[in-house]
């Protein structure tokens, strides 16, 4: 069975980046949508990016257009988010997940997930 694995997480100002990534093992997941959720302190696990099996289909949250970027690197059975422009309200766990259908935005669309990495950005 896959197993994810998220690093990259860390304290950042206000205005930086960082980049998580979702590293696959067990199987390869270069053949699965893959996507990235969030969950802050005391609220629900929310969407944020997904991406198809060749990285040609993308899907946002409206929080994370025009500052993430979500991709993969099928060869290392790696997944990535490049996140710019953090904000203390992108403060939060970062979870990686395989789709296995439904909405590409529901959490209860997808499994396998990650333990997560811890996101701070501080203002």
């Known amino acids: 069975q896959v197993q994810l694995v998220e690093s990259g997480g860390g304290l950042v100002q206000a205005g930086g980046s960082l980049r998580l990534s979702c590293a696959a093992s067990g199987r390869t997941v270069s053949s699965f949508t893959m996507g990235w959720f969030r969950q802050a302190p005391g609220k629900e696990r929310d969407f944020v990016a997904a991406?198809?099996?060749?990285?040609?289909?993308?899907y946002y949250a409206d929080s994370a257009k025009g500052r993430f970027t979500i991709s993969r690197d099928n060869a290392k059975n790696t997944v990535y988010l490049q996140m710019n422009s953090l904000k203390p309200e992108d403060t939060a766990v970062y979870s990686c997940a395989a789709y296995r259908g439904g909405s590409i935005y529901s959490t209860n669309s997808y499994s396998r997930w990650g333990q997560g990495t811890q996101v701070t950005v501080s203002s």
């Open positions: 991406l198809n099996w060749n990285g040609r289909n993308t």
